[in-house]
């Protein structure tokens, strides 16, 4: 099933979701492989405290509803990030609703050093792009995080978070204009001495 890239073509993951609106476990299983680790990224840079957790119920309702879902890649992939959208909000107004304490002493160990220097870049510069992210008010992070990690078109963005293609364009623009101003801010405070 996989192509030369690693990755499934549209018209695998079309014959996934056949099989898988069937009940083919093993068609759920390799959806879930295949897409999950998109979701956890989306929900991560949206700040999402448990992003593996809020996959897993992402999922779950994906494949509650897939018997009665209609459409190929491009309509499932729409779809998916439409739930992890909502899953997002339910997330946050959790997460106003309730107050989060911690005890350190149940937290795992961090363990020693990270096994190599390349990780240790990735992690701060991932850190930094979710930093700036962050910065962005909640709907153009939202219009953001699913054109360029759920990789979805306008109008599947528009349908999702419930605003007209006009409204999504205007977001990322504005969004991107605000990560380049951001970005040129952190530049310039770096280099100044």
């Known amino acids: 099933m996989r192509t030369d890239s690693g990755s499934l073509s549209p018209g695998q993951v079309d014959t996934l979701l056949a099989?898988?609106?069937t009940g083919a476990g093993w068609a759920f299983e390799a959806i879930y492989r295949h897409f999950a680790p998109r979701v956890v990224g989306y929900l991560r840079?949206?700040?999402v405290r448990e992003p593996e957790d809020l996959c897993s119920e992402v999922f779950i309702s994906v494949f509650r509803g897939l018997?009665?879902?209609k459409g190929g890649d491009n309509e499932f992939r729409a779809w998916l990030f439409t739930i992890a959208h909502h899953r997002v909000i339910d997330d946050r107004r959790r997460a106003s609703r309730r107050r989060v304490e911690v005890n350190c002493e149940e937290l795992p160990d961090a363990g020693g050093p990270a096994d190599t220097e390349a990780e240790a870049i990735e992690?701060?510069?991932?850190d930094n792009v979710a930093r700036l992210v962050d910065r962005l008010p909640n709907d153009q992070r939202d219009v953001l995080l699913m054109r360029l990690v759920g990789?979805?078109?306008v109008r599947d963005v528009a349908n999702a978070?419930?605003?007209s293609e006009g409204a999504v364009k205007s977001l990322q623009r504005r969004g991107v204009n605000r990560l380049?101003?951001?970005l040129n801010e952190e530049i310039s405070m770096e280099a100044a001495p």
């Open 19 to 21: 099989a898988a609106s």
């Open 67 to 69: 018997g009665d879902f």
């Open 123 to 126: 992690a701060v510069e991932a």
């Open 45 to 47: 840079t949206q700040g």
């Open 151 to 153: 990789d979805l078109s």
């Open 180 to 182: 380049r101003k951001l």
């Open 161 to 163: 978070v419930g605003k």
